[in-house]
């Protein structure tokens, strides 16, 4: 996934991976945010990539969900500032 800004691009798998690194137990042998795989999020709140599936309520997954939503409010604000 990548979000555009009006001054940069940012890669948001790599930007949660880095922003969430040391939160909560290792995941073996990667979380999903460390694949390079299509990411999938599941109905009952799970996040997996084609090698491992972490189970709903991993607090490294609410980490990276909190982190998305706060550069997306970011975003959305810069576009308003921009239209506005």
Do not use: K, W
Not at 66 to 77: C, F, G, K, R, T
Request: glycine fraction near 8%; charged fraction near 15%.
């Amino acid at each position: 996934m990548t979000y555009l800004g009006t001054d940069t691009s940012i890669n948001m798998q790599a930007t949660l991976s880095a922003a969430t690194s040391g939160v909560g137990d290792p995941v073996s042998p990667h979380f999903p945010l460390t694949c390079t795989s299509n990411l999938r999020f599941g109905e009952d709140n799970s996040l997996a990539c084609e090698h491992v599936q972490v189970p709903p309520g991993d607090r490294r997954t609410q980490a990276c969900i909190d982190h998305s939503i706060a550069i997306l409010l970011i975003e959305l604000l810069r576009e308003q500032e921009a239209a506005g």
